[in-house]
């Protein structure tokens, strides 16, 4: 018992130049051994407890030889959360290489190596029902292939942001799809470039709408973290599901679009049931997503740019009665007794304000502040030069989206002159209204 620790392989940029021979090690994490791993394999399970779940952590492509940086905050992370086994499924001989080809063509590999060790834990009395997989960008397709060697019989699949290069438009068979486990739920983070744009399993999830992640680099000049940043945020929003600092609440929606307008972010009563939430415990909708036909759901949320990634929802209802038509943008600030304040990020399209007709901004804050004393508004047409309009407006609510019971907030009568913060208090709305 006195052998070392087992570390994940570690390369240098000199083995991606000259490619790097598949070799799968098989890292086994414990409660009991959470920081010393132990390697397995398929004859020698170390302290492998088949009675218990079991996690796989599978990685993708590795252009420098580097271990992961987030492989040990996820191993910590799924640990805390559950007591189970977790195993690292390490290939970094393999997915290294400077050629995303090389490593994308030992995938199916990869797989029979894990079908053969989860056949070993069947045969010692494991359940197919009890193996998690997670798997980041190549190691996403790579969980595909064993689930579907095992007719979709395992639990679960988690799969975050899937490679989309060589494997977008492909059949089922060489990707992951929805038939390959119980449940297969998928974050999608960079659709644009080294992510999957299309659906794969039965929810996927879509943040900021899937391609640019808020606090990533917009050009190359951002570095190295310019290309995988985006990728990478996947995997940061599936970690904070396993802290407890706060829940992403996600929106079945046909188009991102339609989320930024409001149209899908009423869900049914209770709210629980139809808006899943991000992460570890998206299992929960399981049988409620699986009902549907076909079961497969996009669903749609907005995250901030760091952790926590929580972002707090509010409806913003505006009735006007300006005699023209008026397009711009609100700003809208709140704060609360303590003097702490947040601001929204509205940036969708220019909102149309139409006489005596309601429009429903969804407004986005960083902070979620319980008891909102003021709020600052101000309208935009967007345009520096020319009159300076006005937007006048009859009554505006305030609600929150999470927490509905709260009290909603009222303003009658208020005259918005462009590019002015206007700050007034809010009184709470009659209860009885329309
Ligand atoms: C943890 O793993 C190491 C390496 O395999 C082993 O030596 C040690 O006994 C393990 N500790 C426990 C508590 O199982
Ligand atoms: C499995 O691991 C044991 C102990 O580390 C080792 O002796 C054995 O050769 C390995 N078997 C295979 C098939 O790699
Ligand atoms: C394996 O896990 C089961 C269920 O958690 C537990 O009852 C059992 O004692 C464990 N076996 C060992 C050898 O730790
Ligand atoms: C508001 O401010 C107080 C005092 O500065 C701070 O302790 C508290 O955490 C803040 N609340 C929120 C929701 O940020």
Redesign the pocket.
Known sequence: TDEACSSFTRLSFHSAVVGTELNVKLLLYTRKNLTCAQTVNSTAFGNLNVTKKTTFIVHGFRLTGSPPVWIGDLVDGLLFVEDMNVVVVDWNRGATTVIYTHAASKTKKVAVVLKEFIDQMLAKGASLDNIYMIGVSLGAHISGFVGEMYDGQLGRITGLDPAGPLFTGSPPQDRLDPSDAQFVDVIHSDIDALGYREPLGNIDFYPNGGSDQPGCPKTIFGGFQYFKCDHQRSVYLYLSSLTEDCTITAYPCDSYRDYRSGKCVSCLTPQKESCPLLGYYADHWKDYLKEKDPPMTKAFFDTAEEKPFCMYHYFVDILTWNKNIRRGDITIKLR?K???TTESKINHEPATFQKYHQVSLLARFN????KVAAISLMFSTGSVVGPKYKLRILRMKLRSLAHPERPQLCRYDLVLTENVETVFQPILCPKLQM
């Open positions: 609360d303590a003097g702490n902070q979620d502040l319980d």
